[in-house]
Nanobody, 116 residues
């Protein structure tokens, strides 16, 4: 079955960087676009970034443009989120997501805390 496992979350100081990873299994990874979402405390889940199946095109939520980079390695069935210039408001649980067969699949998330 489809499984998504996020990792890389941590406590980081403002201005710092983190790279999140999402390892996928149970489907043909290279055939599907992948997404990163986040859920900040007290907020609804929101799209962070998306990448096409081949990695040729990406989209970002406006507040993350220029700071976050989504990428993928289809040989490793892994999608990444490089986060730079982190701000306290980036504190959230970050999830990767795939839509397959009309169903959205989610990992359990990884916690990113930005605080001094």
């Amino acid at each position: 079955q489809v499984q998504l496992a996020e990792s890389g979350g941590d406590l980081v100081q403002p201005g710092g960087s983190l790279r999140l990873s999402c390892a996928a299994s149970g489907f043909t990874f290279s055939n599907y676009a992948m997404n990163w979402y986040r859920q900040r405390p007290g907020k609804e889940r929101e799209l962070v970034a998306a990448i096409t199946s081949a990695g040729s095109s990406t989209v970002y939520e406006d507040s993350m443009k220029g700071r976050f980079t989504i990428s993928r390695d289809n040989a490793k069935n892994t999608v990444y989120l490089q986060m730079n210039s982190l701000k306290p408001e980036d504190t959230a649980v970050y999830y990767c997501n795939v839509r397959r067969g009309g169903i959205y699949y989610w990992g359990e998330g990884t916690l990113v805390t930005v605080s001094s």
